[in-house]
């Protein structure tokens, strides 16, 4: 097996060219201007408006991207309400929801894209639901026509969490999508967070919520926070996106060099978003954010993770694992969702990231095949 002398990681995060860096702090400091909406946010959401192909009164910048989740249910009205969602997710979607003060109601996956099912989450629809929130997991494109039909036969909105989809072409569907810019994204600005939203009045009504629905200088006029991205992690998300076009091929080559290391074996399942039923959604192109792999069962699983760790320095990721349904807040859904509970237990995701060579990655491949082959599970077919 390759042991690597220096640990692999499961992400790590790109930097811009320091220089450049250098010049827009400099510009920042000329303009002793640091938050509060100013000419690096201007410019970055102009930026963003224009790459992602929608007009800047239909997006709003956040600090990150689990408050721009928060504000954005909260400006739609969810407070109080049952929103449909999915267990296999961060427990910031969720979080997000039970701090505004909604109920999350979980509704099983979907087996081959792992993304929310809507025909479960019909099923889960009471005449209390006032949204259903799937997650474009892994980057990887839920069924946008199915969820689309929902909102309209029940009234209720559609609200993604994009937070691994930035760059895959996705957000023209629902009414609103969140796409996170932490720095184990693909896309980063050091932490941050991005609404897209189709009504475009909410645009003055997120810019009041993010800073303490203060509104001119006399008046507040609702119970807002602090959400505000400054002018340094504009500048950040400004540098990185200069980058997008590269950062998106080199993680399509560490795609390739996993699923052809992988092609022909049963006993290891390589998530390829381009399979996928869904992946006929308008707008998609894959952008690779993740390199997920589900094996046999759990013990499989841990044995991969662990002699990974231990005799290759390669640290991958239990993603996601243990379910939210496992964790105290949601646990009165525990064992709702057998098919996102078996996902849970047996997924694992691949270092993948901006500088990861591809012979690199079919290295790790080899070496997640000779754990298999040395325990004797390669011809079980999963
Ligand atoms: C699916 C999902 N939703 C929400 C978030 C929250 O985003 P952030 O870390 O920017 O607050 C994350 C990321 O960490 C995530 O993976």
């Known amino acids: ?194 609404l897209v939203f189709r009504d475009e009045s909410l645009r003055e009504r997120l810019a009041e919520l993010r800073n303490f629905a203060i509104k001119g200088e006399l008046s507040c006029v609702d119970v807002g926070t602090n959400a505000k991205m400054n002018e340094l992690q504009a500048l950040m998300g400004l540098e990185c996106l200069k980058a997008m076009p590269g950062i998106l091929a080199s993680r399509a080559e560490i795609h390739a060099a996993y699923r052809e290391a992988f092609a022909g074996r049963a006993d290891v399942k390589f998530l390829d978003p381009r399979s996928f039923p869904s992946s006929g959604a308008a707008g998609f192109s894959p952008n690779y954010a993740y390199c997920p792999v589900l094996f046999k069962d759990l013990e499989t699983r841990e044995r991969v993770y662990a002699e990974l760790k231990e005799k290759c320095n390669v640290f991958t990721r239990r993603y996601f694992y243990p379910l939210l349904t496992d964790f105290a807040p949601y646990e009165y859904a525990k064992g709702s969702c057998p098919v996102a509970e078996d996902a849970a237990r047996r997924v694992l995701t691949l270092p993948t990231y901006y500088g990861l060579s591809a012979a690199d990655a079919k290295a790790i491949a080899e070496n997640v095949l000779e754990v298999l082959d040395s325990h004797g599970v390669r011809h079980e077919t999963i």
């Open 1 to 194: 097996m390759k042991r690597f002398d220096e640990p692999i990681l499961v992400t790590r995060p790109y930097l811009p060219d320091l220089e450049t860096f250098k010049a827009g702090c400099e510009e920042i400091w000329r303009n002793r201007w640091l938050t509060n909406n100013g000419p690096m946010l201007k410019r970055f959401e102009g930026r963003l408006a224009e790459s992602l192909g929608v007009p800047e009164s239909n997006i709003s910048l956040f600090v990150n991207g689990t408050l721009a989740l928060e504000l954005g249910f909260y400006a739609l009205g969810l407070s109080g309400a049952e929103v449909v969602t999915t267990p296999f997710t961060f427990v910031a979607t969720s979080h997000a929801l039970k701090r505004i003060g909604a109920t999350p109601v979980f509704a099983d996956v979907d087996p081959e894209t792992l993304c929310l099912s809507p025909e479960a989450a019909e099923k889960a629809i009471t005449p209390r639901t006032k949204a259903i929130v799937p997650v474009h997991v892994y980057g990887h494109p839920c069924d946008v026509d199915g969820f689309a039909r929902l909102g309209e036969k029940y009234g209720v909105k559609i609200v993604y969490d994009a937070a691994h989809a930035f760059g895959a072409g996705l957000q023209s569907h629902g009414d609103m999508s969140m796409y996170s810019f932490h720095p184990t994204k693909l896309f980063h600005s050091c932490e941050g967070g991005l």
